[in-house]
């Protein structure tokens, strides 16, 4: 019998290290948390401004809590919806069923309870306030390079918004998926400086990031961004706008290269490329609040990005692509 327990402790120790090597132990244990703390944002004018900005043009935040009517082009937020969440987030292939929570501060179906530092912890770490792992389709990862000023006017608010008495289901996401975004939160404990707005690259880069504009513009394969792909168009999104891929918005000559500053800010404020309508669930709708100085830094940073040749037409009938393995307009043309 001692050789049946030897060949039991091998299989455990090869279990173990498989694990080790491969998903990790946080789908078992739980995500990573910090502890809660007792910190509090002072409001002020200011913040509530920078808040609202960074809320209503940067980060589109009301494009997933607030609801829309996604049959018309400008994509327009229904009134009385805005943070009150959404239903069910009208996303085709999600692995289950989304439901971005009331943000408002109700104290019943909102979050008007939540501490400042729930609210903190949810939106750069991925950690909801009832301590659970939020899916990333909540842009966390992006955002946890948002500085802690503007994390504190971002707070700031949405404490200031009108409360919204709307009880929305709760997130449901199917195995295993449930477990395997738990490896996903990571804590923010070292302090976040603001960044320097007086370099455009830089400072376009991070308004890049915390728009989440990688999330649409990199395709992915099971959940995974595909490697050198950064940037270069292919993702599907399929909803009740139809179904398009996002763009190449790389300067390869299959992407934006023909691209100049005017011609991208004229894009971003009317949804149209020239004579070229822009599908809707592109937030132009939303970025087109920005400042022309804040547009003009967002494109010198596009411009920086590595050229990456992917051709993706919404025009074109769509077709398997072997460049992002996915099937999209032009997609036999890679």
């Not at 080790?20 to 004018?45: D, M, N, Q, V």
């Not at 400008?74 to 009208?90: C, H, K, R, S, V």
């Not at 490329?273 to 809707?280: D, G, I």
Request: with cysteine; glycine share 10%.
């Amino acid at each position: 019998m001692k050789w049946i327990g030897i060949t039991l402790l091998v299989i455990v120790l090869l279990a173990i290290g498989a694990i080790s090597l491969t998903i990790g132990w946080r789908p078992f244990i739980g995500p990573r948390a910090r502890p809660l703390t007792g910190r509090k944002f002072e409001a002020s004018p200011t913040r509530r401004a920078r808040g609202q900005y960074l809320v209503e043009s940067v980060g589109d935040c009301f494009g997933c809590h607030g609801e829309h009517d996604w049959k018309k082009h400008d994509a327009p937020l229904i009134a009385g919806t805005a943070g009150a969440g959404y239903t069910e987030f009208p996303l085709a292939g999600l692995p289950g069923r989304v439901v971005p929570s009331n943000i408002t501060p109700d104290p019943e179906t909102g979050a008007g309870n939540w501490t400042d530092d729930q609210l903190a912890r949810a939106i750069r770490e991925g950690i909801g306030h009832d301590g659970r792992a939020l899916f990333p389709f909540m842009p966390y990862p992006d955002f946890r390079v948002m500085s802690d000023e503007d994390l504190a006017s971002v707070i700031v608010y949405l404490r200031s918004l009108a409360p919204v008495h709307k009880a929305v289901p709760k997130t449901e996401i199917i195995f295993p998926v449930k477990y395997l975004m738990r490896s996903v939160p990571q804590p923010v404990t070292d302090p976040v400086p603001e960044p320097d707005r007086s370099n455009p690259t830089v400072y376009g880069k991070y308004l890049v990031s915390v728009a989440g504009c990688t999330d649409c513009h990199t395709p992915q394969s099971k959940g995974q961004n595909i490697p050198d792909m950064d940037f270069a168009g292919g993702f599907v999104l399929e909803g009740p706008w139809g179904r398009v891929a996002s763009a190449n918005i790389t300067p390869d000559a299959s992407g934006i290269s023909y691209y100049d500053e005017a011609l991208f800010i004229q894009t971003m404020r009317t949804g149209y490329v020239k004579a070229r309508e822009l599908n809707q669930i592109m937030p132009w709708w939303h970025f087109r609040n920005l400042t022309d100085d804040d547009l003009r830094a967002m494109f010198a940073y596009l411009r920086t990005l590595k050229p990456v040749k992917h051709r993706v037409d919404n025009t074109e009938a769509a077709t398997f692509c072997k460049a992002c393995r996915q099937t999209h307009g032009g997609g036999n043309q890679n």
